[in-house]
Protein backbone atom coordinates (compact mmCIF):
# COMPACT_ATOMS: atom_id res chain seq x y z
CA UNK A 1 0.00 0.00 0.00
CA UNK A 2 2.67 2.38 0.94
CA UNK A 3 4.33 3.84 -2.41
CA UNK A 4 7.43 6.32 -0.81
CA UNK A 5 8.26 7.86 2.55
CA UNK A 6 9.83 10.99 2.50
CA UNK A 7 11.93 11.86 5.33
CA UNK A 8 13.03 15.69 5.36
CA UNK A 9 17.11 16.43 6.30
CA UNK A 10 18.76 19.97 7.04
CA UNK A 11 22.36 17.79 5.41
CA UNK A 12 21.04 15.62 2.06
CA UNK A 13 24.48 14.63 1.77
CA UNK A 14 25.33 14.13 5.02
CA UNK A 15 21.93 11.58 5.51
CA UNK A 16 22.41 9.92 2.18
CA UNK A 17 25.63 8.67 3.13
CA UNK A 18 23.90 7.18 6.16
CA UNK A 19 21.10 5.75 4.70
CA UNK A 20 23.04 4.45 1.69
CA UNK A 21 25.18 2.37 4.06
CA UNK A 22 22.22 1.48 5.88
CA UNK A 23 19.51 0.31 3.23
CA UNK A 24 22.43 -1.29 1.45
CA UNK A 25 22.41 -3.75 4.30
CA UNK A 26 19.10 -5.01 2.86
CA UNK A 27 19.80 -4.47 -0.54
CA UNK A 28 18.41 -0.92 -1.38
CA UNK A 29 20.07 1.29 -3.69
CA UNK A 30 19.45 4.80 -4.76
CA UNK A 31 16.58 4.83 -7.23
CA UNK A 32 16.49 8.62 -7.98
CA UNK A 33 18.59 11.98 -6.46
CA UNK A 34 18.63 15.45 -7.45
CA UNK A 35 20.33 18.23 -5.27
CA UNK A 36 17.53 18.87 -2.56
CA UNK A 37 16.49 14.51 -2.47
CA UNK A 38 17.90 11.06 -2.73
CA UNK A 39 15.35 7.91 -2.67
CA UNK A 40 15.77 4.14 -2.03
CA UNK A 41 14.15 0.98 -3.00
CA UNK A 42 14.91 -2.07 -2.82
CA UNK A 43 13.76 -2.74 -7.14
CA UNK A 44 11.06 -1.98 -9.59
CA UNK A 45 8.11 -1.05 -7.88
CA UNK A 46 8.67 -1.68 -4.89
CA UNK A 47 8.04 0.97 -1.72
CA UNK A 48 10.98 3.51 -1.23
CA UNK A 49 12.41 5.91 1.38
CA UNK A 50 13.61 9.34 0.76
CA UNK A 51 15.59 12.42 1.81
CA UNK A 52 14.85 15.83 1.13
CA UNK A 53 15.81 19.21 1.67
CA UNK A 54 11.81 20.82 2.99
CA UNK A 55 10.55 22.82 -0.54
CA UNK A 56 8.90 25.47 1.39
CA UNK A 57 12.73 26.72 2.52
CA UNK A 58 12.19 26.37 6.28
CA UNK A 59 14.93 23.55 8.37
CA UNK A 60 13.35 20.18 8.67
CA UNK A 61 12.00 19.08 11.73
CA UNK A 62 11.11 15.95 13.06
CA UNK A 63 6.94 14.53 13.67
CA UNK A 64 6.27 14.33 17.24
CA UNK A 65 4.37 10.42 17.28
CA UNK A 66 5.65 9.92 13.68
CA UNK A 67 7.41 7.10 12.55
CA UNK A 68 8.65 4.92 9.64
CA UNK A 69 8.37 1.35 10.09
CA UNK A 70 10.56 -1.10 7.19
CA UNK A 71 9.73 -4.45 7.11
CA UNK A 72 12.21 -7.68 7.33
CA UNK A 73 12.08 -11.13 6.15
CA UNK A 74 13.04 -12.54 9.94
CA UNK A 75 14.66 -10.73 13.49
CA UNK A 76 18.28 -11.80 12.35
CA UNK A 77 17.90 -8.76 9.70
CA UNK A 78 16.31 -6.62 12.33
CA UNK A 79 18.76 -7.14 14.17
CA UNK A 80 22.05 -6.53 11.74
CA UNK A 81 19.87 -2.87 10.25
CA UNK A 82 19.49 -1.67 13.82
CA UNK A 83 23.64 -2.54 14.73
CA UNK A 84 24.12 -0.77 11.37
CA UNK A 85 21.96 2.09 12.01
CA UNK A 86 23.39 2.48 15.50
CA UNK A 87 27.08 1.95 13.98
CA UNK A 88 26.25 4.77 11.52
CA UNK A 89 25.12 6.73 14.34
CA UNK A 90 21.85 6.71 14.87
CA UNK A 91 20.22 7.11 18.22
CA UNK A 92 18.49 4.12 20.24
CA UNK A 93 15.30 4.73 20.72
CA UNK A 94 14.73 0.51 21.63
CA UNK A 95 17.33 -2.24 21.21
CA UNK A 96 15.91 -4.90 18.53
CA UNK A 97 14.15 -7.29 20.05
CA UNK A 98 10.86 -9.42 21.23
CA UNK A 99 7.68 -6.98 21.47
CA UNK A 100 5.04 -9.41 22.32
CA UNK A 101 4.63 -12.64 21.27
CA UNK A 102 4.68 -12.38 17.32
CA UNK A 103 6.67 -8.81 17.15
CA UNK A 104 9.95 -8.09 16.59
CA UNK A 105 11.23 -4.62 16.12
CA UNK A 106 14.70 -2.28 16.63
CA UNK A 107 13.57 1.38 16.90
CA UNK A 108 15.94 4.59 16.08
CA UNK A 109 16.51 7.83 15.49
CA UNK A 110 18.56 8.64 12.31
CA UNK A 111 21.04 12.01 11.85
CA UNK A 112 18.40 14.09 11.52
CA UNK A 113 15.97 13.03 14.58
CA UNK A 114 13.50 11.32 12.41
CA UNK A 115 11.95 8.03 13.96
CA UNK A 116 11.94 4.58 12.19
CA UNK A 117 12.20 0.87 13.25
CA UNK A 118 13.16 -2.43 11.34
CA UNK A 119 10.58 -5.28 12.15
CA UNK A 120 8.73 -8.36 11.52
CA UNK A 121 6.40 -10.81 12.39
CA UNK A 122 7.49 -14.06 14.02
Given amino acids: MIGYVT ?11 FYDALLAEMGAKRMMESDSFVAWNTGPGQ ?12 PASVGNGVMIAIACDKPEMVDRLYNK ?5 AKDEGPAGPRG ?18 FCMT
Fill in 85 to 89: AIELG
Fill in 7 to 17: LGSNDVEKAAT
Fill in 101 to 118: DSFYAGYFRDLDGNKLNF
Fill in 47 to 58: PGVSVIKPNDGQ
